[in-house]
Nanobody
């Protein structure tokens, strides 16, 4: 089993940047495909970005493509989400998650096995 802890959320003006981190403990971090998700009040949790076990393959939602970058450092057991040009519509609770089955990226919320507690991101317009 793996435990996930997100950090780096906060309040930022629209157009600003934030970098989220997700630290993993437990089993070998490089054994998991990782993803970032977000959920705004009254909406379903949606996929934002995903990355393969070795960090080579990534996928982004159309709404963040070109503005957000997912990366991972397997030596530090950490996955990151660099968020640039933030918009008010990017606000929500951001979660990281780990999938133990796939070696490639996983983009479906329901396929992840472990979740962090979330970190709030608010971009004010």
């Amino acid at each position: 089993q793996v435990q996930l802890v997100e950090s780096g959320g906060g309040l930022v003006q629209a157009g600003g940047s934030l970098r989220l981190s997700c630290a993993a403990s437990g089993r070998t971090f490089s054994s998991y495909a990782m993803g970032w998700f977000r959920q705004a009040p009254g909406t379903e949790r949606e996929s934002v970005a995903a990355i393969s076990r070795n960090g080579v393959n990534t996928k982004y939602s159309d709404s963040v493509k070109g503005r957000f970058t997912i990366s991972r450092d397997n030596a530090k057991n950490t996955v990151y989400l660099q968020m640039n040009s933030l918009k008010a519509g990017d606000s929500g609770v951001y979660y990281c998650a780990a999938d133990r089955v796939s070696s490639d990226y996983v983009f479906k919320v329901g396929e992840y096995d472990y979740w962090g507690q979330g970190t709030q991101v608010t971009a004010s317009s």
